[in-house]
């Protein structure tokens, strides 16, 4: 390791191993990436299914790179995740989405909520709960209008997970169960956790007409969200045929291409005042 002053050593020494001198790369590139502000926000909006208004959008994010141009989450989360750069990402998220959506608010547009995705050290992080609220004083925007999602695998760990979520739903927020179906899945702690929905992952609306089991899957899902006092969307909804079966089904609200992509901001408040004017 290369001496650089008296107790400074330079990051980039050759003998360092290249996995680690990548990792600090795509850190550092991150970090620079945030404070460029080069990150945006799509929203996708969900329908409710016997309406067909929109009833909430999900806040998607992607990365306005300067070369590579728009950069899906799926090519730098994990590596957000595991640098921690997700924490103060996934801090903006949450400032960005509620800045936008009371923005709407008060420029006269529907009175929704936005959902933002919370990956799993932002959930562990100790200092979640203040960050939302800060944020919600901040922006103005009751709590109510911002929802959370978080995935099964998040809630291995029941009780503490339950004392997290309920100091996110004191706040007034409301918690919804990501790619349902997917993970670790104990009927139990649905129970005992604060969620106000069910989102079905769509990789078991894809083959709903096809395949009898996805299907069932599906119905059951929803009779059982019901049962226990939970809404429940579909997300992936792509055809027509599918919406049928989740209205006959009594599935709450889809998500999905068939009614809209994910949208830049622009694009999704002009959707949401075409909306106000059917
Ligand atoms: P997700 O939360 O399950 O989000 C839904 C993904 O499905 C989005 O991909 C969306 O564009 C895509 N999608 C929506 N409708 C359809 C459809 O009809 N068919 C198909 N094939 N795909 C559809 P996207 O935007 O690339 O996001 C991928 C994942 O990245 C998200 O999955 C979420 O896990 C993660 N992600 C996105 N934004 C954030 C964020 O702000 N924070 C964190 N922690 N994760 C995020
Ligand atoms: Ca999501
Ligand atoms: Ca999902
Ligand atoms: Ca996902």
């Not at 400032?95 to 936008?100: G, H, S, T």
Request: with cysteine.
């Amino acid at each position: 390791v290369k001496e650089n002053g008296k107790n400074h050593y330079a990051l980039f020494a050759p003998e360092m191993d290249p996995i680690a001198m990548q990792k600090l790369t795509i850190q550092h590139e991150l970090r620079r990436a945030l404070h460029n502000e080069e990150f945006r926000l799509h929203y996708q909006p969900q329908y409710d299914l016997a309406s067909g208004q929109i009833v909430g959008l999900e806040a998607l994010i992607r990365w306005q790179h300067p070369e590579r141009g728009l950069v899906s989450p799926g090519e730098f989360i994990p590596a957000a995740e595991e640098s921690g750069m997700i924490v103060p990402l996934g801090d903006w998220v949450i400032e960005e989405a509620c800045r936008q959506n009371k923005q709407w608010q008060l420029a006269g547009l529907p009175r929704i909520p936005v959902s933002v995705n919370l990956s799993f050290r932002q959930f562990s992080h100790k200092n979640l709960k203040g960050k939302v609220a800060e944020v919600l004083a901040q922006t103005e925007l009751e709590a109510r209008f911002l929802e959370l999602e978080i995935t099964e695998s998040m809630t291995m760990d029941v009780d503490r997970a339950s004392l997290s979520l309920k100091e996110l739903t004191d706040l007034g927020v409301n918690i919804s169960i990501d790619d349902f179906g997917t993970g670790y899945s104990s009927f139990h702690y649905l129970k005992k956790l604060p969620i106000a929905r069910l989102k079905i992952d769509r990789s078991f609306v894809r083959d709903i007409q096809q395949d009898p089991n996805d299907a069932a899957i599906v119905a059951a899902i929803i009779a059982m969200a019901h049962n226990l006092q939970l809404q429940v969307i579909a997300e992936g909804v792509e055809t027509e045929d599918q919406v049928h079966f989740l209205r006959l089904h009594r599935c709450d609200e889809m998500q999905g291409y068939f009614g809209s992509p994910p949208l830049d901001s622009e694009r999704a408040g002009r959707l949401l005042e075409q909306h106000l004017n059917r």
